[in-house]
């Protein structure tokens, strides 16, 4: 079945950087285009970070709130999928989530990042 394990999270303060990782499995990782995903207490679940399934060449987008500070990446030999997080703000502190996109009805349980001085 479907699985996706997402880790990397912390605390950190204002400024700073953080990579999350997520390793899948249970699909054919390479032919969807997958996401990063963050819910803040008290939010919907958000898109921060899409990356296509590539093939002629992967093709990224990003939201405004996070464009210029997230990078998305992926590894399909690995079925794992990254985010770069640098710029760290207050503002970014939720649960992150990696799925595809458009995302399965399962989530992992993924993995808390805080921005807090």
């Known amino acids: 079945q479907v699985q996706l394990v997402e880790s990397g999270g912390g605390s950190v303060q204002p400024g700073g950087s953080l990579r999350l990782s997520c390793v899948t499995s249970g699909w054919i990782f390479r032919l969807y285009a997958v996401a990063w995903y963050r819910q803040a207490p008290g939010k919907e679940r958000e898109l921060v970070a899409r990356?296509?399934?590539?093939?002629?060449?992967?093709?990224?987008n990003y939201p405004d709130s996070v464009k210029g500070r997230f990078t998305i990446s992926r590894d399909n030999a690995k079925s794992t999928v990254y985010l770069q997080m640098n710029s760290l703000g207050p503002e970014d502190t939720a649960v992150y989530y990696c799925n595809k996109n458009p995302a399965f009805a399962y989530w992992g349980k993924g993995t808390l990042v805080t921005v807090a001085s």
């Open positions: 990356i296509s399934s590539g093939g002629s060449g992967e093709t990224t």
